[in-house]
């Protein structure tokens, strides 16, 4: 389709303007027969129910008014039943107006073809009144009755006579002619009103309710026949019927607002109610921090003064007592806590004692460990440099108190970490990564339970280790293409062929054309 830019374009030229008009036009035919095709269909599949419509006029009076509704619609499918009755010819009609005067001879097919035959023969691109022309030709139409006027419609109603020359007195108060007489000489115009001749001898038309003479029956109502009574009183009966149903109709919407109202207002004060007790939870909440807060301060206190009576005491020692007394007093303490620490010492080394009297055959390295342990503990109560290097050697560590402190700590985890791996190593169906969460957590001491485990162990471990590796695409891998949005993410290849970082691949869906493998990069691929 042309569009004109006015910018760069001053004076159009004629022979691109009409291409433009008529692409323009040709489009809009196209567009209006896809239209067709899916309002055939909607109404076919009868889709519209879905949206609970009871029928498709309905769905095209409430949904496609705004195209001119079920009227248009009935044109439209109209001429797509010309144009699928005609066939090859159909081609020539090119929108709804030209196939619209082919219409009547839908149902006589050869007629209709032989219409359109004559149209395109006379004319190669044919327009309406070509159609029209020869669909005349084809099936000449009679010539159209004048239809009845109005007035001939309504039944004669047969008025009564009136007597020539007869008096009549005008009766409404609201006539401007009230009170004064005059005589009819013609007959009424019609049933509700009469031509007065008046004494200054002007004519008026008054109604017969302002007439009075009892010599003229005048009619006060009209009188109708006895079909045209029952068709009124049959349209006041669906007039009637119409009303309940509507007022019916309000009722439920009126009942269906207030239920959504009730509905809308009770969900509000349901959140209100939450929001409310949320505040309330959060209150409590603080309120117990607060507590929590003052009983903790109430115990610093009474602490405290339990301190200040210390001091007290204390200071009260000190001034009873000369200092002299006290050095000995704190010289004793620390000899005693001194003891204290070599008598723990020492009984750390009773089971050193007991297996130094039977050797031991299966836990050598927890013997080492244990005395490791020992010696350091001797080290640091007596402050002994040779016993601290001994079990610097044994516990595998820097010899300093500190490290050989930290690796006692380490090595007391020893018996836990091997009892957790072999519970681990010992399940049906263990995994590399069960293995490893495990021992993640003594990774420190990873050495120390490897040497307690056995070979068997240590085997399942390696091939726990190899089997979580990646493996690597190779000839005869079963792959598909890495990329999700990629064709064949979901397609099934073998690699029938390796070169290094490219492979050439036998897809399974391709095996009826003749490249049978294609070449991939082993980037592009995954394992299946």
């Known amino acids: 389709m042309l569009t004109l830019d006015r910018e760069t374009t001053s004076a159009p030229n004629y022979s691109i303007l009409n291409s433009g008009i008529k692409e323009t036009f040709t489009a809009l035919d196209r567009f ?32 496609l008014s705004a195209w001119g509704g079920y009227r248009r619609i009935n044109q439209l499918l109209g001429a797509k039943k010309v144009i699928d009755t005609v066939g090859e010819l159909g081609q020539h009609i090119k929108n709804e107006r030209q196939a619209r005067p082919l219409l ?48 001939s419609l309504v039944p004669e109603i047969q008025e009564p006579v009136v007597p020539e020359s007869a008096t009549v007195t005008v009766t409404s108060p609201t006539h401007h002619r009230y009170r004064e007489l005059g005589t009819i000489e013609a007959d009424p115009p019609n049933y509700w009103q009469q031509i007065v001749t008046f004494a200054d001898g002007s004519k008026e038309l008054v109604n017969n309710n302002d007439l009075d003479a009892k010599s003229v029956p005048f009619p006060r109502e009209r009188k109708l026949p006895s079909e045209y009574a029952e068709a009124i009183a049959q349209l006041k009966q669906q007039h009637q019927q119409e ?110 004692r007991l297996l130094a009297k039977e050797s031991p055959k299966e836990n050598a390295q927890e013997c080492l460990r244990l005395m490791g342990i020992a010696l350091g503990n001797l080290a640091s109560a007596m402050n002994n440099t040779q016993a601290l290097q001994a079990a610097a050697v044994l516990l595998g560590s820097e010899p300093t108190p500190q490290a050989i402190a930290y690796r006692a700590e380490q090595l007391q985890l020893l018996p836990q970490a091997v009892s957790d791996i072999r519970a681990v190593l010992s399940k049906p169906g263990c995994t590399w990564m069960e293995y490893f969460k495990v021992a993640k957590e003594y990774e420190v001491i990873e050495q120390d339970y490897l040497a307690q485990l056995t070979p068997q162990e240590i085997e399942l471990i390696a091939t726990l280790e190899k089997d979580a590796q990646p493996k690597s695409i190779s000839v005869g891998s079963i792959v598909a293409h890495a990329d999700i949005y990629c064709a064949l993410y979901t397609a099934r290849g073998e690699v029938v062929q390796d070169l290094g970082d490219e492979v050439w691949v036998a897809w399974d869906h391709w095996q009826d054309r003749t490249d049978k493998t294609f070449r991939h990069s082993k980037d592009e691929l995954r394992l299946l």
């Not at 035959?117 to 159609?131: G, H, L, M």
């Not at 005349?136 to 009679?142: E, G, I, S």
């Not at 505040?279 to 109430?298: P, S, T, Y």
Request: net charge negative.
């Open 32 to 63: 209006e027969w896809q239209a067709v095709n899916e309002v055939l269909q909607m109404r076919d599949q009868k889709l519209y129910l879905e949206a609970g419509y009871a029928d498709f006029k309905e769905y095209c009076q409430r949904e």
């Open 104 to 151: 009547r001879l839908v149902n006589e097919p050869d007629k209709l073809k032989e219409a359109v035959a004559i149209a395109v023969q006379e004319n190669p691109s044919p327009s309406e009144s070509d159609f029209a022309a020869a669909a005349q030709k084809v099936v000449p139409r009679l010539p159209r009755t004048k239809a009845p006027s109005q007035e």
């Open 243 to 352: 009303l309940e149903r509507l007022e019916q109709d309000l009722r439920i919407g009126l009942l269906s607002e207030a239920t959504a109202k009730a509905e809308e207002q009770v969900q509000e004060q349901l959140t209100s109610l939450q929001q409310l007790f949320q505040q309330h939870k959060e209150q409590n909440i603080q309120l117990q921090q607060r507590l929590d807060e003052m009983e903790a301060l109430r115990q610093l206190e009474y602490e405290n003064q339990q301190l200040k009576q210390r001091i007290q005491e204390l200071e009260n020692a000190v001034q009873e007592h000369p200092a002299q007394q006290w050095g000995n007093t704190l010289t004793k303490q620390a000899a005693k806590s001194l003891n204290k620490e070599v008598k723990r010492s020492l009984e750390n080394t009773i089971d050193l």
